[in-house]
T-cell receptor, first 110, second 114 residues
Framework: QKEVEQNSGPLSVPEGAIASLNCTYSDRGSQSFFWYRQYSGKSPELIMSIYSNGDKEDGRFTAQLNKASQYVSLLIRDSQPSDSATYLCKVYGNTGKLIFGQGTTLQVKP | NAGVTQTPKFQVLKTGQSMTLQCAQDMNHNSMYWYRQDPGMGLRLIYYSASEGTTDKGEVPNGYNVSRLNKREFSLRLESAAPSQTSVYFC?????????????FGEGSRLTVL
């Protein structure tokens, strides 16, 4: 089992829809969770971080964390074509490891 | 304010050749990292430097060496390049090793080993 798993996609949604991106992790003691966005040919950039169970909202983005079920998700409301990118989940584990998932490619179709 | 600067951006090597990827940051960050990114594999940590004067292995250190030259600069060396090292390499920095929030990435270096 990979330490951090994401569905590689592509996930295709129509413009204006909600895109839901999921990430599961194996280290039950993981403490911090992050979502990065990476446009094709570019470097990753941080868009959200979450540390405690529940939801965290920032504009059109909502991060959801459920430590009991060991998953973290990213919801993008009112998806735009400019949201088309690869979304990387990053987990800071109890052992001090920083692990990235393999990324989910999102395609938002006009 | 350049952030994290990597050189070169593109490089083609023959098997067995050596090369060094250079990275510099101007944000006064303590920690620096080298990642490689391969299709379907996400970002994998090669080496990191929690602070000036220290370096540690990441997930995939074999075939690489690093030098934390000073607080600003962190280089990655391939002593004898192999085709399996064909990848996109990213340097990143963060305020401290334990501030595990934001990593700031360079633009990437695309390496092809023939």
């Amino acid at each position: 089992q990979k330490e951090v798993e994401q569905n590689s996609g592509p996930l295709s949604v129509p413009e204006g829809a909600i895109a839901s991106l999921n990430c599961t992790y194996s280290d039950r003691g993981s403490q911090s969770f992050f979502w990065y966005r990476q446009y094709s040919g570019k470097s990753p950039e941080l868009i959200m971080s979450i540390y405690s169970n529940g939801d965290k909202e920032d504009g059109r983005f909502t991060a959801q964390l459920n430590k009991a079920s060991q998953y973290v998700s990213l919801l993008i409301r009112d998806s735009q074509p400019s949201d088309s990118a690869t979304y990387l989940c990053k987990v800071y584990g109890n052992t001090g490891k920083l692990i990235f998932g393999q990324g989910t490619t999102l395609q938002v179709k006009p | 304010n350049a952030g994290v600067t990597q050189t070169p951006k593109f490089q083609v090597l023959k098997t067995g050749q050596s090369m060094t990827l250079q990275c510099a940051q101007d944000m006064n960050h303590n920690s620096m990292y080298w990642y490689r990114q391969d299709p379907g594999m996400g970002l994998r940590l090669i080496y990191y430097s929690a602070s000036e004067g220290t370096t540690d292995k990441g997930e995939v250190p074999n075939g690489y060496n690093v030098s934390r030259l000073n607080k600003r600069e962190f280089s990655l060396r391939l002593e004898s390049a192999a085709p399996s090292q064909t990848s996109v390499y990213f340097c990143a920095s963060s305020i401290t090793r334990w501030n595990t929030g934001e990593l700031f990435f360079g633009e990437g270096s695309r390496l092809t080993v023939l």
